[in-house]
Each structure stands twice: as C-alpha cells, then as structure tokens.
C-alpha cells in the first residue's frame, strides 16, 4: 500500500495550481464482498459503485468512480478508484475566482472572469475545458 500513498501524494503534486484535481487509490476488497464486481466506499457506508460509475459526493464538490478490478502485489484482490476535485486556481488581476459550490462536480467549481476588451465579463470554468 506504502506504493498507492506515493502515487496519490505524485499526482496531487503534479496537479497542485490546476483546475481540477485527481487521484487514485487501490483498496482490498472488504470480507464477504463480491469480488470483480465494482467498488466499495468504506468512507460512505459501504456504498457500491458499478465499474465505470461516476457518483458525485453529497455536500462535496468532488465526485469519485469506480474504475477497474487488479489484484495487489500480494495477490489479494483489489479495486482503483478515482476522486476527482477542483484543484485550486491562480488569479491574476483584473480577473477574479467566484466561488459557486452548488450542483454536482464540475458544475460546483469556482469559476475565473474576466473582463474582455469591451469590459464584458467573460467565464471560465472546468466545463469549459
């Protein structure tokens, strides 16, 4: 496990002033549960995701899926999961992050404006990339 810490800790780094931020975790399967089946959440009450199924997290903008079944070094069976946040944004002057957390991710991401050359504002968002 000590090798997903890193890789989590590499892709946050690599990431860190981006608008969006990903990483991924490999975790067992808990005992009894169906294996090669999808995804369970330990930290939302066991909830399962199919693979491929992307769940928006209540009450947080972000959104994790569930993304494949491999076994670890050690041959115990194992899923990846991705989670998936904004990131942090730089901004300069005269534009400025507005701060929206409403809807499902990307949709709750602080968005960039600025003003275009006639002073109207123009949005950027997660969305629009």
């Known amino acids: 496990m000590e090798l997903v810490q890193v890789l989590i800790l590499f892709c946050a780094a690599l990431l860190l002033g981006c608008e969006a931020q990903v990483a991924f975790e490999i975790r067992p399967y808990p005992s009894g549960a169906s294996r ?3 995804c369970y959440l330990k930290d939302h009450n ?12 209540p009450g947080e903008c972000s959104a994790i899926s569930c993304e494949r079944s491999i076994a670890l070094p ?6 990846q999961l991705q989670f998936m946040g ?8 005269p534009c400025w992050s ?14 960039i404006q600025c003003p275009d050359a006639d ?4 949005s950027n968002s997660i969305n629009d990339i």
């Open 119 to 122: 002073g109207d504002l123009e």
């Open 98 to 111: 507005t701060d929206f957390r409403t809807g499902p991710y990307p949709k709750c991401c602080p968005r």
């Open 46 to 57: 066991n909830k399962y995701l199919a693979f491929g199924e992307v769940w928006s997290v």
């Open 36 to 38: 090669n089946a999808g």
């Open 74 to 79: 050690d041959g115990t069976p194992a899923f």
């Open 86 to 93: 904004c990131g942090m944004q730089a901004v300069m002057r």
